[in-house]
């Protein structure tokens, strides 16, 4: 079977640079000969977004901020306009206050527990609904999450919780969405030098240690997030859904570092 994506549309969730795992998911898909559309927040994120946009063949952008009932109303509105339907969505969006990643997460404030699920995890059951709509023929629904979930990281804390949570979400979701041959599914990357990755404590130590320790003893990249989202949108991933997708160099399967790094 070729691993094809020509002739369907998708809206991609949360490019912030072209180093951004969403716009690797993007650029393959791209490749694969989807027609996609982009959301960013702010006029910022705009700037940035568009020459990549551009670069593959996309002439809708739309300004949404997940948190706000008209501006996903206006976005989805707009989308339904324009294409009237659609296959896939990447959502790649995941929000917490950087200062309360250090400490411990006894710490943790009710606001930004609040704010931390409802962007991570709720935008992505608001995105399946207003999408699910738009896909009368099915279609593919696909998240990001992280170890993190499952297993106790240094420097993630409520974002663990958030992305449990998502995981979680996930599953409902591919069991609502199912009989409508709607497909949802979560990918799971190792460490990843993005401009979110960045924003979390220790970060160039976990990608070395990740890197050093993984059966592959190499990260994940861009481009096999990428192929693994294609994939999973194409009609060869028909059968899958319900899944967290490790793309992690095998490190999920590890209980101890590699012998030549145990201290």
């Known amino acids: 079977m070729t691993i094809t994506l020509q002739g369907k549309r998708g809206l991609i969730m949360g490019v912030a640079n072209e180093r951004s795992i969403a716009w690797g998911i993007a650029k393959a898909m ?8 982009f959301s960013y927040q702010g006029e910022a994120f705009g700037k940035r977004l568009e020459p990549l946009a551009q670069s593959v063949g996309s002439t809708m952008m739309v300004d949404v901020d997940v948190t706000d009932e008209a501006s996903m109303d206006a976005a989805f509105a707009m989308i339904k306009d324009k294409w009237g339907t659609l296959d896939f969505v990447v959502h790649a969006i995941a929000f917490s206050d950087k200062n309360e990643l250090a400490g ?4 943790t404030s009710r606001e930004n527990f609040k704010n931390s699920l409802t962007i991570s995890c709720y935008s992505f059951i608001d995105v399946a609904k207003r999408a699910s709509e738009l896909m009368p023929d099915g279609g593919t629904l696909l998240t990001l999450t992280y170890q993190g979930s499952n297993r106790v990281t240094p420097f993630y804390n409520v974002m663990g919780v958030a992305k449990a949570a998502l995981e979680s979400a996930t599953r409902y979701l591919a069991n609502d969405l199912g009989p409508q041959g709607i497909r949802v599914n979560a990918i799971s990357p190792g460490p990843m030098k ?8 220790g970060a160039r130590k ?3 240690h990740t890197e050093m320790n993984t059966p592959l003893r190499a990260n ?5 997030v990428g192929g693994t989202a294609v994939y999973l949108a194409s009609d060869a991933g028909a059968c899958t859904t319900g899944e967290i997708i490790r793309v992690d160099g095998g490190f999920h399967v590890l209980g101890m570092p590699q012998p030549d790094h145990l201290v």
């Open 206 to 208: 976990t990608y070395k």
């Open 194 to 201: 993005t401009l979110a990755g960045a924003a979390i404590g």
């Open 30 to 37: 791209a490749e694969a000969g989807a027609e996609l559309a």
């Open 220 to 224: 994940a990249t861009l481009e096999a």
């Open 104 to 107: 411990r997460i006894i710490d």
